[in-house]
């Protein structure tokens, strides 16, 4: 056998791996997932120890809230009974700010104030509920428990008595307060009277009553009518729309001099 025919040649040939461009950084945002998502969770068990009970009732409320809003007001039928984080002393005085203090009282001024209104009228004709500009109680109309006479601005027995059990509780607030009076869509026969006068006659006389049963004058910064404009149900006749509301200001909002 010659030497020529003895020599064998080899090729190695280097297989090359290239990554596919499609799927090559997908594992980058998997990653940043999987770290956002243990960020979250190292987080939530911080504030589950750091936090008393009263506080997490309080945070699971913030994300699926339990006070209830309207369409037109920022109301609904129903309170939200139970303690926040933002009512906690140490959130009050840790740097936080005011809104806080200013937030627990609020709520604490609500729930008083719903609980007072359940000792003289059902839960359906009335609300409390909080807005940015404070709280809002609304007196509502039934077909047989009005506010007022059908039609007319004199206080009836019902009014009086709600104002008597609640004024109190308005006086030591320390709050500015507007009220507000509003009626359904029905129309006026006289030409010269109209919603309008009809809801601002209202609220006079709810503010007159109201300052008779020991409500201070200095508390009470505005006194308007909105006739048949906001309405709180869908039917624009209904009895609901009749109404009288009363907010009181929070304090950033609209400060008195003596509170």
Same mark, same amino acid.
């Given at each position: ?9 080899? =090729?190695? @040939? +280097? +297989? ?5 461009? !499609? ?23 911080? =504030? ?23 369409? +037109? ?21 840790? &740097? ?39 709280? *809002? ?14 039609? @007319?601005?004199?206080a009836t027995a019902r009014l009086?008595? *709600? ?13 500015? =307060?507007?009220?507000?009076? !509003?009626?359904?869509?029905? +129309? ?31 508390? =009470? ?5 909105q006739a048949d404009r906001m ?10 729309? @009749? @109404?009288i509301s009363i907010l009181l200001? &929070? ?9």
């Amino acid at each position: 056998m010659s030497e020529e025919s003895a020599t064998t040649t080899i =090729i190695k @040939r +280097k +297989k090359l791996f290239a990554g596919d461009g !499609h799927h090559g950084g997908a594992w980058k945002v998997a990653y940043a997932d999987f770290v956002t998502a243990m960020m979250a969770f190292f987080m939530l068990m911080w =504030i589950l120890n750091a936090t008393t009970e009263d506080q997490r009732r309080g945070l699971a409320d913030y994300f699926n809230p339990s006070v209830p809003l309207a369409e +037109k007001s920022g109301g609904g039928t129903d309170v939200l009974w139970g303690d926040s984080p933002n009512t906690s002393d140490m959130l009050a005085s840790s &740097n936080h700010g005011g809104a806080y203090a200013s937030m627990a009282q609020s709520e604490a001024l609500r729930d008083l104030l719903m609980q007072q209104l359940r000792e003289e009228i059902d839960d359906s004709l009335a609300r409390v509920t909080l807005t940015p500009e404070g709280v *809002i109680v609304d007196l509502m109309d039934s077909a047989d428990q009005p506010v007022f006479a059908l039609g @007319r601005a004199s206080a009836t027995a019902r009014l009086e008595g *709600i104002l008597t059990e609640i004024t109190p509780s308005l006086t030591v607030s320390g709050r500015a =307060i507007k009220i507000v009076g !509003h009626t359904d869509d029905l +129309k006026f026969a006289r030409r010269d009277y109209s919603n309008w006068e009809l809801s601002a006659d209202r609220a006079n006389v709810a503010r007159r009553v109201a300052v008779q049963r020991g409500l201070p004058v200095a508390r =009470i910064v505005e006194v308007s009518g909105q006739a048949d404009r906001m309405p709180i149900s869908e039917d624009s006749s209904a009895p609901e729309n @009749r @109404r009288i509301s009363i907010l009181l200001f &929070n304090e950033e909002v609209w400060p008195l001099e003596d509170n």
